[in-house]
């Protein structure tokens, strides 16, 4: 939760995505200080996928969070490639789908957005060579925002008072 409080307060604040952010949000996930850029090849899923590491791999790390806030591309999809970059950039050595989901978030609140609804798009396995299953979180996650915002707005009379129960539980928060 303490991760998530930092996120909100980064997001509130109007900060742009970058590798120290994501890097300080990851070592109170993880609960301990600095956290680095990883130094080799990493593995995930069991082994299965190998990401290497080379000089051009932080760098372009870097360039692809700095993309995730060009207001010409829609928010699912800035949302979802970011989610999918920091995923297989595969940065640190040890909770990078967490940091993921952390840096999802950070968007989507940044452009003032919260979703009720974060499973859906945070339980399926993805290949960092699916580009059916990148397109799909694509459009997942503009359902996930669509939605909560059609529930807002079946909750808010004309004159903004609430009509149903107060307030949305974050989707996240259930999450972390």
Known sequence: MAAL??????ARRGLDPS???LAAWQAV???????EFRTGPARAKAGRERYGLDHRTQPRFRACLAQSTDPS?????????????VLFFHPFDDGNGR?????LYFLLLRDSVVIDQAAPMLVVSRRADDRAGALALAR???????????????????????KGPPGLECGFEKLI
């Open 5 to 10: 409080a930092r996120v909100r307060d980064d």
């Open 19 to 21: 590798f120290e952010r």
């Open 140 to 162: 997942l996650a503009e359902v996930a925002i669509n939605a909560t915002r059609h529930r807002i707005s079946d909750r808010t009379t004309c004159s903004g008072e609430r």
């Open 73 to 85: 591309v829609p928010l699912p999809a800035r949302v979802a490639r970011a989610y999918l970059d």
């Open 99 to 103: 940091a993921a989901m952390l840096m």
């Open 29 to 35: 996930v993880l609960g301990h200080g600095p956290v």
